[in-house]
């Protein structure tokens, strides 16, 4: 007895194969054929037989990890508001109020980021690929909740278009296209990624908010001197911040599903960590007392999209270094630059996203130094001959 | 002995394994030689259908190093000359007379007393020098070259191989005299063993450099042995030559006679009793399955599956489909199901018992020791290079290999010496294959390669 789905398919299929009247829809058919039921391709060349795991399922696996942090992010939205506003609200109601809030992020994210993926492979006649499953579930996790929709829906075009497609897709882009997405609203609309009302849902043009309440982010606070919420609070993440990466722990969590499932890179996400502890380190000892230099390192790593950014961006592994080697310099140099950004750049506090972007730029370098001695090795073999 | 520990690799743990017995000789009904066994020759053909042939006549020669001939294995008459577009030649078949008739050449007494020239002379006029494979790229040696070294490997890694222990266990006396007469080519010749297993019957060879290797698959192909103890650069050239030729040597210089006979084992979830049989290379698929009870009717996810004949192993082998012939270089033959079947939402499901992973997203390697039903499906689309540290995993290589597919997909040739082209064909990376969850063809792209180094370097 065959499955309904699988008939239906069969079904349909004629349709939108070639000949068929809606064959310019062929790749995307494919792709949700592809997505109900392994395809039923059989190998071709010398190796006869091949693993069961495909790229559906490493995306599918980061889409799993990136739940703990999505899980606390809508539960903080609605909690971050009802204090804002002097609010008693129970918790329910709050997941409630920030699921209602962020669903049309996530909709403008998918919609438009997979409009044009599958509009890309229709033209070019190739399959859709998984990839933006992911990047379409990160980008709302690391933009403000009160992002208008129509410059979500920009910056998504323009990191699927110039981040990714121009390159020729999934696999050859030399960004993360979810940091293009922020990198783009950052420059494009800075005020609407910078100052201390955005953070909260209703801030920004409110009139209730109670008063003395600024929904500035820790980082921010922290950085003009002011008194930080506690380091364990930063830890839980009932902070202001983006959607996605207020909570360490939730973080912490995906980072042990994706460390579990081998899909991320621990090197990556060790060394950033060591990165920036170095340098925060550095900084404590050196810099004078009460200067922000002196803020304590280990808070670093629970303040602002560093934890989200070295757990889920900066293991890309499309856009990070490829070599073993150089994911330990890769991942360093990123937790570093970060902090050198957060002390000394006092135009814009938070440093991941940009030293994720710089050395995504630097990755294919620090390979082409790993793999230097190899290709050194094997000229100096031929030489002693 | 210096003992060389192999960390990366993975040995697939397959259901269908051979029991260590000899069910039967194959008498074929009929014999085929495929000139696309043997890579990069351009086959001339010697003979005419209707021709009555000796084992060891010459059937073709290679066009471009005519020294090289390709006899035939067993004596008979020309059947039929098969060709395919534009008259590509496909297969000579040969039926068999029953009278076993060999061409008779002139046995070398004393090979250690025997000059280079003479044993040479002896291996191309009767078809055995197309065992001698060089390094780099695959081919069958140059006549003319001094290799830096002849490397045998002991042992067979690959999912379900033939155990080389069992099927040599009788031939030593043979080998020791093949490689008595291969010392007139080189300086050195090295057989490397399984180090910690029962020790292989080429462990009494004399005049040979043992290295013992640790570790799972590819641990046993002789490409990766050479990369550890002696890795190919350019300008250089090494031979490898199977167990199995050595002792088609060995009876040719003691005896006179051309006898490619071999055990093969023939094995896979399939076949109801996996056994070895004797035969020789170029014997019909179907010929040797009579000798098996076959599974005809399996079906996966309620749909039916057809089998897939493989000469070979599953990583390396080739899918010669249910007429074809046993390959002139395998031992092997491997019957799997066809993957044409589709799993509903399989790559969505939690658990896939049935199925094996080397990667942590799915569960297996909770259940190391189970074995697995292997079928032909690709589990998935092709997709460009996107997860990295994979391939890495199970190829114990200096060699980088992305990079290197990257620089043959580029056809840059510098490129590709740089990274190693000279160190590596298709089935040393026959495993990145298939742990490759893009599904990238890497051993077409490596002989991609390999073909535009020839063509190149020519």
Avoid at chain 2, 301 to 315: F, K, P
Avoid at chain 2, 355 to 375: E, G
Wanted: with cysteine.
């Amino acid at each position: 007895m065959e499955n309904p789905i699988l008939k239906l398919i069969d079904k349909i299929k004629p349709t939108f194969s070639k000949g068929g009247k809606l064959s310019w829809l062929h790749s995307t058919f494919e792709a949700f054929e592809t997505f109900a039921a392994v395809p039923s391709t059989t190998t071709k060349g010398r190796t006869q037989i091949k693993d069961c795991v495909d790229l559906k399922r490493v995306m599918i696996a980061v889409v799993v990890a990136l739940i703990p942090p999505f899980l606390f992010g809508m539960w903080n939205t609605g909690d971050q508001h009802a204090t804002a506003f002097g609010l008693e609200w129970g918790f329910w109601l709050k997941v409630w109020f920030g699921f209602y809030k962020v669903l049309p992020l996530f909709l403008v994210s998918y919609i438009v980021g997979l409009g044009i993926e599958f509009a890309v492979a229709q033209v070019r006649g190739h399959e859709v690929n998984e990839g933006y499953l992911v990047s379409g579930f990160i980008i709302p996790m690391i933009m403000p909740i009160d992002i208008p929709l129509w410059i979500l829906a920009l910056s998504v075009a323009f990191a699927v278009i110039f981040g990714k497609e121009i390159f020729g897709g999934t696999g050859m882009n030399i960004w993360n296209p979810a940091l293009l997405a922020r990198a783009f609203v950052f420059f494009a609309y800075p005020s609407v990624i910078s100052g201390d009302t955005i953070w909260i849902e209703g801030l920004t043009n409110a009139t209730s908010a109670i008063d003395g309440f600024s929904g500035a982010t820790p980082l921010a606070i922290a950085a003009e001197g002011g008194e930080a919420p506690s380091l364990l609070q930063m830890f839980i993440g009932n902070i202001p911040g983006s959607f996605g990466e207020t909570s360490t722990i939730a973080i912490l969590l995906g980072a042990a599903i994706l460390i579990f499932t081998g899909v991320a890179s621990w090197k990556i996400m060790l060394s950033t960590v060591i990165g920036a502890l170095a340098v925060g380190f550095l900084a404590n000892a050196l810099a004078p007392a009460g200067s922000f230099s002196a803020y304590p390192a280990i808070n670093h790593l629970v303040m602002g999209g560093f934890a989200f950014g070295a757990v889920y961006m900066a293991t890309d592994p499309v856009s990070s270094a490829q070599t073993e080697v150089g994911k330990w310099i890769y991942g360093f140099s990123i937790g570093a630059l970060c902090i050198i950004l957060r002390l000394f750049n006092p135009g814009y506090r938070e440093g991941m996203m940009l030293a994720i972007l710089l050395m995504n730029t630097m990755a294919p370098i620090i390979d082409y130094c790993v793999i230097r001695p190899n290709i050194r090795r094997r000229e100096k073999r031929a030489a002693t001959k | 002995m210096e003992t060389i520990r192999l960390k990366k690799g993975l040995d697939l743990k397959i259901k269908g394994e051979a029991t260590k017995k000899v069910l039967t000789t194959i008498s074929p009904k009929v014999i085929a030689l495929q000139p696309s066994n043997y890579k990069g020759v351009f086959p001339k053909l010697h003979v005419q259908e209707g021709d009555t042939v000796k084992a060891g006549q010459i059937i073709f020669s290679d066009k471009k190093r005519e020294q090289i001939c390709f006899t035939s294995p067993i004596s008979g008459t020309i059947k039929a000359i098969v060709r395919g577009e534009k008259r590509k030649l496909l297969a000579i078949e040969i039926a068999p007379d029953g009278k076993n008739d060999y061409l008779t050449f002139e046995p070398i007494s004393e090979v250690s007393k025997a000059n280079r020239d003479e044993i040479q002379k002896r291996l191309l006029e009767s078809g055995l020098w197309a065992g001698i494979i060089q390094r780099p790229y695959g081919i069958i040696a140059n006549p003319t070259d001094t290799p830096k070294g002849i490397f045998i490997s002991s042992f067979n890694t690959a999912p379900l191989a033939a155990d080389l222990n069992f099927t040599t266990k009788d031939e030593v006396d043979a080998i020791q005299i093949a490689v008595d007469a291969l010392c007139k080519f080189t300086d050195k010749i090295y057989v490397n063993v399984k180090a910690d297993a029962p020790a292989s019957p080429l462990s009494r060879l004399k005049n040979v450099v043992f290295t013992a290797f640790k570790g799972a698959h590819p641990a046993g192909n002789v490409g990766v042995q050479i990369s550890h103890i002696a890795p190919i650069g350019k300008g250089d050239i090494v031979w490898t030559i199977s167990p199995m030729t050595l002792i088609a040597m060995g009876k040719l210089f003691s005896k006179g006679i051309y006898d490619t006979q071999r055990l093969v084992a023939v094995t896979g979830q399939r076949v109801k009793e996996p056994a070895y049989v004797k035969c020789l290379p170029g014997t019909s698929i179907q010929s040797i399955c009579e000798a098996f009870e076959i599974e005809k009717e399996v079906e996966i996810c309620g749909q039916e599956c057809g089998i897939r004949y493989i000469s070979g192993n599953v990583l390396s082998g080739e899918d010669v489909g249910e007429n074809g012939y046993l390959n002139f270089y395998d031992d092997q033959i491997t019957l799997i199901s066809e993957g044409n079947y589709r799993e509903l939402f399989g790559w969505a499901k939690i658990f896939r018992p049935k199925k094996f992973s080397l990667s942590h997203t799915y569960f297996s390697w909770l259940t190391p020791k189970k074995k697995y039903k292997v079928d032909s499906n690709t589990n998935g689309g092709e997709r460009p290079f996107v997860v990295n540290g994979v391939y890495e995993k199970v190829l114990p290589m200096d060699i980088y290999p992305v990079y290197l597919l990257k620089a043959i997909l580029a056809q840059d040739i510098e490129k590709m010496e740089q990274l190693g082209i000279y160190e590596v064909i298709g089935e040393d990376l026959a495993l990145c294959e298939y742990v490759c969850p893009s599904k990238i063809n890497i051993q077409e792209i490596v002989e991609n390669g390999i073909n535009l180094m020839l063509k190149e370097m020519a």
